[in-house]
């Protein structure tokens, strides 16, 4: 089921009422083969490439283009918007704030405590949620800032144009008094990398984007630098996300489709038809998983309840 409507009424009580109670950890089911109940699309975005979700607000991020679908614009469109569980776009432009410095084409968002990062072609951002102070600190040698992903206090940047991996220290450094260290902790590996995740046994899990024609696949990064081929080429992956009986989640350009991968299975695609799926979260509820996917080329959010 895919349609083009509202989801106040349609998700809030699957997400609004369940959430409360449902803490990350309340996901540790083993997904055995799971399967899509819902798939629901609301419009309204300008270019949203990437979706975040803040536990201690329940509420999403979504980082928009705003104007062309140029992720090397720099216009001074972009924003980020502050949207409900249900879909409700609740502040159009949360940030940057009125008369802040402006956004471009904002990417890749991650939300941590009261702080958001958020990637914008050469640089990232860190704001704070409470009080909307930002602070942007650049990339030396970037050429597309990505995905950011924080773990511990280390803030981690993909670049998939120059296949490489950033590492900003510390990972708050929105009042530090002096810039923050930033070094490459990879370059041309053949990662190509493009959305990160912190794996629960420490490694840092990145998928790979490049052309329709090179594929990628999913990778991890171990803390003594070691790079792990975990699939073989896959496609032009986008997002990924661990889920607690280990599988992963992950969005592919080239088939057009949220899929679901483990090393016993494969690949098996959970949604497809999206003309381009990029940078999703997730909202942890009771029996499953709600995946809201941003699809950057139509301008949509898809809300995906995967349930066991």
Same mark, same amino acid.
């Given at each position: 089921?895919?349609?083009?409507?509202?989801?106040?009424?349609? #998700?809030?009580?699957?997400?609004?009422?369940? &959430? $409360?109670?449902?803490?990350?950890?309340?996901?540790?089911?083993?997904?055995?083969?799971?399967?899509?109940?819902?798939?629901?699309?609301?419009?309204?975005?300008?270019?949203?490439?990437?979706?975040?979700?803040?536990?201690?607000?329940?509420?999403?991020?979504?980082?928009?283009?705003?104007?062309?679908?140029?992720?090397?614009?720099?216009?001074?469109?972009?924003?980020?918007?502050?949207?409900?569980?249900?879909?409700?776009?609740?502040?159009?432009?949360?940030?940057?704030?009125?008369?802040?410095?402006?956004?471009?084409?904002?990417?890749?968002? @991650?939300?941590?405590?009261?702080?958001?990062?958020?990637?914008?072609?050469?640089?990232? @951002?860190?704001?704070?949620?409470?009080?909307?102070?930002?602070?942007?600190?650049?990339?030396?040698?970037?050429?597309?800032?990505?995905? $950011?992903?924080?773990?511990?206090?280390?803030?981690?940047?993909?670049?998939?144009?120059?296949? &490489?991996?950033?590492?900003?220290?510390?990972?708050?450094?929105?009042?530090?008094?002096?810039?923050?260290?930033?070094?490459?902790?990879?370059?041309?590996?053949?990662?190509?990398?493009?959305?990160? @995740?912190?794996?629960?046994?420490?490694?840092?899990?990145?998928?790979?984007?490049?052309?329709?024609?090179? $594929?990628?696949?999913?990778?991890?990064?171990?803390?003594?630098?070691?790079?792990?081929? #975990?699939?073989? $080429?896959?496609?032009?992956?986008?997002?990924?996300?661990?889920?607690?009986?280990?599988?992963?989640?992950?969005?592919?350009?080239?088939?057009?489709?949220?899929?679901?991968?483990?090393?016993?299975?494969?690949?098996?695609?959970?949604?497809?038809?999206?003309?381009?799926?990029?940078?999703?979260?997730?909202?942890?509820?009771?029996?499953?998983?709600?995946?809201?996917?941003?699809?950057?080329?139509?301008?949509?959010?898809?809300?995906?309840?995967?349930?066991?």
């Amino acid at each position: 089921m895919n349609k083009k409507t509202p989801l106040y009424l349609a #998700l809030a009580a699957a997400l609004v009422i369940a &959430q $409360p109670a449902i803490s990350p950890e309340a996901s540790a089911q083993a997904y055995g083969t799971p399967r899509v109940s819902s798939d629901q699309t609301v419009g309204g975005f300008a270019f949203p490439e990437s979706v975040a979700y803040d536990p201690k607000a329940k509420v999403l991020y979504v980082s928009e283009f705003g104007s062309k679908l140029d992720p090397v614009l720099k216009d001074g469109k972009g924003r980020i918007s502050k949207v409900s569980l249900a879909g409700k776009i609740l502040e159009q432009q949360f940030l940057p704030a009125a008369g802040g410095e402006p956004l471009n084409k904002p990417k890749g968002i @991650w939300v941590k405590g009261d702080r958001l990062w958020v990637t914008d072609i050469d640089g990232v @951002w860190v704001f704070d949620l409470k009080t909307k102070k930002g602070r942007k600190t650049a990339l030396p040698g970037v050429q597309f800032a990505n995905d $950011p992903a924080v773990a511990g206090n280390v803030l981690y940047v993909s670049d998939n144009v120059s296949d &490489q991996l950033f590492k900003v220290e510390p990972a708050d450094f929105l009042n530090s008094k002096s810039a923050p260290k930033v070094t490459s902790v990879f370059k041309g590996a053949g990662v190509s990398p493009n959305g990160l @995740w912190p794996a629960r046994d420490g490694m840092m899990l990145m998928v790979g984007f490049l052309a329709p024609d090179k $594929p990628r696949g999913i990778f991890a990064l171990g803390v003594s630098g070691q790079i792990k081929d #975990l699939s073989g $080429p896959i496609g032009r992956l986008d997002g990924i996300y661990e889920m607690q009986d280990g599988s992963l989640l992950a969005t592919d350009w080239n088939s057009g489709s949220l899929f679901r991968w483990s090393d016993k299975t494969g690949m098996q695609k959970l949604a497809t038809g999206f003309k381009g799926p990029a940078d999703f979260c997730v909202v942890p509820q009771a029996g499953g998983l709600t995946v809201v996917v941003p699809d950057l080329v139509q301008s949509q959010l898809r809300f995906i309840q995967v349930r066991n």
